[in-house]
């Protein structure tokens, strides 16, 4: 790293300390557990969502903390590996069903109707996430490396408006149907109601992300020297 740098000129820290494979490991479960919610179409009034809209922020703005820190290459490995193990949980959940029940197992149906949508889910939510992501990441990336440390701010949110809109427009059209939407009226219900609350989660906890980013930073000793 080179200190001489000037302190608006971006910077990105090495992926070889702790950290990064955590923020990956979170990044991950994140995801595999909001699949899961996922498979659950719920209402509030006349509010469309799925039981996983809770949790696939904490995503987003896990993946902003990445991208910023460590930069488009590091980001785009932890989409992959948070990619791959998705697909991972999902093969295990056709295996767990398709295994014989022992003669006193009398959750065989409740187990198929939890876990049997999901790989659908996984797919709607991996092809979202896949594109959603890389496109919020590589445009955070890009725009720091034109403003540097500064206007972080601004930074989170363009590139969430842009990557929760592609996110959430792949992930309901696949998914939609595998809740039971079936009208468009309550699909637009269900994509714009899922974009204005992820953007919003995220604008919302922009200052926590702000500040987490800054700890990890600090944490980080490319940043800190």
Same mark, same amino acid.
């Given at each position: 790293m080179n200190?001489?740098?000037?302190?608006? +000129?971006? $910077?990105f820290a090495p992926t070889s300390t702790g950290l990064y494979a955590i923020?990956?490991?979170?990044?991950?479960?994140?995801?595999?557990? *909001?699949? #899961?919610?996922?498979? =659950?179409?719920?209402m509030f009034g006349p509010i469309v969502m799925d039981g996983g809209f809770f949790l696939f922020p904490l995503a987003y703005i896990v993946g902003d903390v990445v991208s910023?820190?460590?930069?488009?290459?590091a980001s785009r490995r932890a989409i992959?590996?948070?990619?791959?193990? *998705?697909?991972?949980?999902?093969?295990?959940?056709?295996?767990?069903?398709?295994?014989?029940?022992a003669e006193w197992y009398?959750?065989?149906?409740?187990?198929? $109707?939890?876990?049997?949508?999901?790989? #659908?889910?996984?797919l709607a939510s991996l092809l979202g996430f896949l594109i959603g992501q890389l496109a919020?990441?590589?445009?955070?990336?890009?725009? =720091?490396?034109? *403003?540097?440390?500064? #206007?972080?701010?601004?930074r989170l949110a363009v590139s969430t408006l842009v990557g929760e809109f592609l996110d959430t427009l792949i992930f309901c059209s696949i998914a939609a149907g595998v809740i039971g939407i079936t009208d468009l009226p309550t699909f637009l219900n269900y994509v714009l109601v899922g974009f204005l609350? =992820? *953007? #919003?989660?995220?604008?919302?906890? +922009?200052?926590?992300?702000?500040?987490?980013?800054?700890?990890? =930073? $600090?944490?980080?000793? +490319?940043?800190?020297?």
């Open positions: 200190n001489t740098a000037p302190a608006s +000129a971006a $910077r923020f990956t490991a979170i990044m991950a479960v994140v995801l595999i557990l *909001s699949n #899961l919610g996922a498979s =659950k179409g719920i910023e820190v460590y930069g488009f290459k992959v590996t948070t990619f791959a193990l *998705s697909v991972f949980a999902a093969v295990c959940f056709w295996i767990i069903i398709a295994l014989p029940g009398d959750g065989q149906d409740a187990l198929v $109707r939890t876990l049997a949508p999901v790989p #659908l889910i996984v919020n990441a590589w445009l955070m990336v890009r725009m =720091k490396r034109r *403003s540097g440390e500064k #206007l972080l701010f601004g609350f =992820k *953007s #919003l989660v995220e604008i919302v906890f +922009a200052p926590v992300t702000m500040w987490v980013i800054g700890r990890v =930073k $600090r944490a980080e000793p +490319a940043y800190a020297a």
